[in-house]
């Protein structure tokens, strides 16, 4: 099971993640990703989505301001099933 999601960072450096909020952990959670001037594509491997509560964007700007990012789009895929969790474009300030 993968959850995708496509962003624009604008400033700063962001990561995301998969949380389950009822145990309250992180499930699965990227690297930081920096800015650049297309979006990009991440997909994270989750073992179980069905324990999957939240995608959480998070800072990981060493700038004051914290990190600018767009979202863009944002799935879950289930074997050949797709479902639009947000709706993009969006803006997000992480901090």
């Keep these: 099971e993968t959850c995708k999601v496509c962003v624009r960072v604008l400033a700063g450096h962001v ?3 998969v949380f389950d909020s009822r145990k309250g952990r992180i499930l699965a959670r990227t690297p930081q990703i920096a800015g650049s001037p297309e979006p990009q594509t991440i997909a994270l491997e989750v073992p179980d989505l069905k324990t999957a509560t939240h995608i959480v964007i998070f800072n ?3 700038l004051a301001s914290g990190g600018l990012v ?3 789009d944002a799935k879950v895929l289930v074997k050949s099933q797709a479902s639009t969790l947000l709706p993009g ?3 997000l300030v992480a901090r």
Excluded: K
């Design 70 to 72: 767009e979202v863009w």
């Design 89 to 91: 474009p969006g803006r």
């Design 15 to 17: 990561g995301f993640a």
């Design 60 to 62: 990981e700007s060493p």
